[in-house]
């Protein structure tokens, strides 16, 4: 009997909390300033991408004129034809650098933005003493006491070592 009552205390000593992260962000006018720059660098590369490739594409024409109208040797055509092999394959490898750039871009931007919503997400819930507080926009845990963390338990418990 005193277990359970000594098990009832804890649990509802226990305080958790819940918060839209989603829609908290969306109000931050920051958010808005990083959404507007990613998009501006976005535009940016895509023209570069659209230049280099409409470059290209006046290349491979000018040159398929050349040698329907017999302007130009085999060899020195087949010469061309590789530079702009080699210049679509650099083309392809720019578009890949893109998404890389975008994604340092974006993480660049918001990190520091998702990085002050945590910090006050966790003062919150230190002022309010709760132990958990949930995402209900994405059902995300966002803030947990480290002394519920029970990791090393479970791995101790499955015989996985730390």
Avoid: H, W
């Avoid at 080699?86 to 933005?113: A, H, I, T």
Wanted: contains cysteine; glycine residues 4%.
């Amino acid at each position: 009997m005193g277990l359970l009552l000594s098990i009832a205390t804890i649990a509802t000593a226990q305080k958790f909390g819940y918060c839209n992260s989603s829609a908290l962000l969306t109000q931050l006018p920051e958010v808005k300033a990083a959404d507007s720059d990613l998009k501006d660098f976005q535009a940016q590369l895509t023209k570069k991408g659209q230049e280099m490739q409409k470059a290209l594409q006046t290349k491979a024409q000018a040159l398929q004129l050349k040698q329907e109208r017999g302007e130009i040797a085999p060899k020195d055509f087949e010469v061309q034809a590789a530079r702009l092999k080699e210049e679509e394959e650099n083309l392809g490898k720019y578009e890949q650098d893109v998404y890389q750039k975008l994604s340092e871009k974006r993480e660049q931007l918001f990190k520091p933005l998702l990085d002050k919503v945590n910090e006050a997400m966790k003062s919150v819930a230190a002022e309010q003493k709760l132990s958990m507080v949930f995402d209900s926009g994405s059902q995300i845990l966002l803030y947990a006491d480290e002394s519920l963390d029970v990791t090393k338990l479970v791995k101790a418990k499955l015989g996985i070592a730390n």
